[in-house]
């Protein structure tokens, strides 16, 4: 066996994660119908304990889709969405629960999978306002906007408070191709339309006016 | 005082003579070389084993699962499934080290055993379950013979393949709780991956012929820094100075685009957020200078020289042609020693280093959003 001295430089904790914080982390999808999100939400293993008591009310040792959808609704409660200042309603698309363990050893994740309706928005600037308010005791925060997967989304700011409990998503909604062709065509064909019924006017006018030449006085018919 | 088991001994040789490579670099072979030498050591490593090894070691390419599988966290609070190198004869184990030898550039070589020997000190300051880490989970030795890390200490839990931990045990830290695992059978010409890793580190590097991706990978760090016979070390030491010597060499303009004005906690876009790509902010990288730009690249090749040369330089060449569409964000202190969070994010390209509350404890995430886990060549 070879001796080294081998020593840390710095205190060194038993932890090799996130102990008394519960980290909620949010991405947030912008489509043109719609907004989808994400919220994970793994507490330290010095705050599972407590975040447990909020979930597994009868001290069951486990978790129930119960009590999963009443935390998931808890939370949902503590989280505000709105766009261009009109407030939206998320709905649980669904939820990924962890193992009682795994939240106790603080390795486990909630995921749970929202998505809201937008209202019909034009095209133009518009601006999605987030607000997490689940936990603020003990909770640490991640907001972030996905690369929106449709072209017609644009996103050209994001805006946070320092602790990222609070997002403004600042994006423009391009008109939508199938829009935009419908939008040109239509008016292109009525204009076509009333192009050829001007032209067909002015053929008749012109035919019109011929035959009136033609009875004017002294003329002779052809 | 530590003392150190024979493999360990065999590490920090390794480290040494890694080090000493370093000051006479060469030139990088081409991938296609390089391929065929990691497929000589991965079925060199292959050859050491008996029939039960071999199962352990080796995965269906296609199994997304294990794929997947891997994690920041140490065993067994989060369950890896591979060869656990604590189970493996010295020779079993000097086999695993020159794949990895072969695989990885000197530098991310040096990386990854600083990153391994952080958690042995972590071990040691952190009352850990002692040398073989309260023995292998998965049994003897997958080749016969001793293990060369610790004794052996009951059997593998039910449904576990070999090297795997069970829930709910005290967390497992040191140089013995790596795995290794191949995802498809290494070759010169079909895909395959090597995959690494254990608490603190994952490296997943998928090779098809002469193309390679190491994305996603994570090198993080507890202690990020120690010493071993008077030597400091500090294994993301050179990400963390680059950065803040990058953050120091912008001006007010430069600064104030790259600062963002909130906290970040963690890493965005670590474990379990695949496939997953953010909208960028920070500071354009067409924004810099040149000279810049050349220590954003510096830093950026911390990651992306982990691996063999061979492959880092295309990789480095397609981060270039990027760079315009780069991103560099800094969140946290500008003076060296604080704990800040900083993110290179290009169309190719996601970098995360973030502090985990301190200085001592780093995580670190790379990524390519068009190709993690090699997806565009190995279909």
């Not at chain 2, 084993?49 to 989060?78: C, H, I, V």
């Not at chain 2, 997958?142 to 052996?152: E, L, Q, S």
């Not at chain 2, 950026?300 to 991103?327: C, F, K, S």
């Not at chain 2, 301190?358 to 390519?368: A, E, K, L, P, Q």
Request: charged residues 20%.
């Amino acid at each position: 066996m070879l001796a080294l001295g081998l020593v840390a430089a710095a205190a060194v904790t038993a932890s090799a994660h996130r102990k008394d914080e519960y980290l909620q982390a949010s991405r947030i999808a912008i489509e043109s119908g719609r907004v989808q999100m994400e919220i994970d939400l793994t507490p330290g293993i010095a705050v599972a304990e407590d975040v447990l008591k909020q979930i597994d009310t009868d001290r069951s040792g486990s978790v129930s889709d119960a009590e999963a959808d009443a935390y998931a609704a808890s939370v949902m409660r503590a989280v505000a969405l709105e766009v261009d200042g009109r407030p939206l309603a998320p709905y649980l698309v669904d939820r990924v629960w962890p193992t009682v363990e795994a939240v106790r050893q603080g390795e486990g994740s909630m995921r749970l999978r929202l998505s809201a309706l937008m209202p019909p928005l034009g095209a133009g600037a518009h601006h999605l306002r987030y607000h997490n308010a689940h936990r603020p005791d003990i909770g640490v925060y991640l907001a972030n906007a996905l690369v929106p997967s449709s072209d017609r989304v644009a996103i050209t700011d994001q805006q946070r408070d320092v602790d990222q409990r609070a997002l403004r998503i600042d994006y423009v909604l391009r008109a939508d191709a199938a829009a935009l062709r419908s939008q040109w065509i239509a008016p292109g064909l009525i204009g076509l339309a009333m192009a050829s019924a001007l032209l067909r006017l002015s053929r008749i006018s012109r035919r019109g006016s011929g035959r009136l030449r033609g009875r004017t006085p002294g003329a002779a018919p052809t | 005082m530590f003392a150190m088991s024979r493999p360990s001994a065999v590490l920090l040789v390794s480290c040494a003579l890694v080090s000493g490579s370093q000051a006479a670099p060469q030139r990088s072979p081409a991938p296609a070389d390089a391929t065929a030498r990691i497929v000589a050591a991965a079925r060199a490593v292959v050859a050491t084993l008996d029939e039960a090894g071999k199962g352990t070691l080796q995965y269906a390419f296609d199994d997304a699962a294990q794929k997947k599988r891997w994690s920041n966290f140490p065993s067994p609070m989060f369950a890896r499934e591979g060869l656990r190198l604590g189970d493996l004869t010295p020779p079993q184990r000097t086999a695993v080290m020159s794949l990895l030898q072969a695989a990885l550039s000197a530098d991310g070589y040096r990386k990854v055993l600083e990153i391994m020997k952080g958690d042995e000190v972590l071990k040691t300051g952190a009352g850990g379950r002692g040398p073989g880490g309260g023995g292998p989970p998965g049994g003897g030795p997958p080749g016969g013979g001793p293990p060369a890390g610790g004794p052996p200490g009951g059997g593998p839990p039910p449904g576990a393949r070999g090297g795997r931990g069970g829930p709910g045990g005290g967390l497992m830290f040191g140089e013995d709780q790596y795995w290794l695992a191949f995802l498809g059978t290494p070759s010169t010409t079909t895909p395959w991956m090597l995959q690494f890793g254990g608490h603190h580190l994952a490296i997943n590097l998928t090779i098809g012929g002469s193309q390679a991706s190491m994305t996603p990978s994570l090198p993080a760090a507890q202690p990020a820094k120690f010493t071993i016979e008077g030597r400091e070390i500090r294994p993301l030491g050179k990400e963390n100075d680059k950065g803040f010597a990058l953050i120091n060499a912008l001006d007010e303009t430069q600064r104030s685009q790259a600062i963002l004005s909130y906290r970040v906690a963690d890493l965005v876009l670590g474990p379990t957020q695949d496939g997953r790509t953010i909208q960028p902010e920070g500071l354009r990288a067409s924004a810099l200078t040149p000279a810049q730009q050349s220590m954003l690249l510096d830093l950026v090749r911390e990651w992306a020289g982990i691996m063999n040369d061979a492959y880092a330089e295309p990789r480095m060449a397609e981060i270039r042609a990027g760079l315009p569409q780069t991103y560099f964000a800094w969140s946290g202190p500008t003076v060296n020693g604080g704990a800040a969070y900083f993110r290179i994010q290009g169309p190719t390209l996601v970098i995360e280093y973030a502090p985990q509350g301190s200085v001592d404890h780093i995580h670190t995430i790379y990524r390519d959003p068009t190709n993690d886990y090699g997806a565009t060549f190995a279909k």
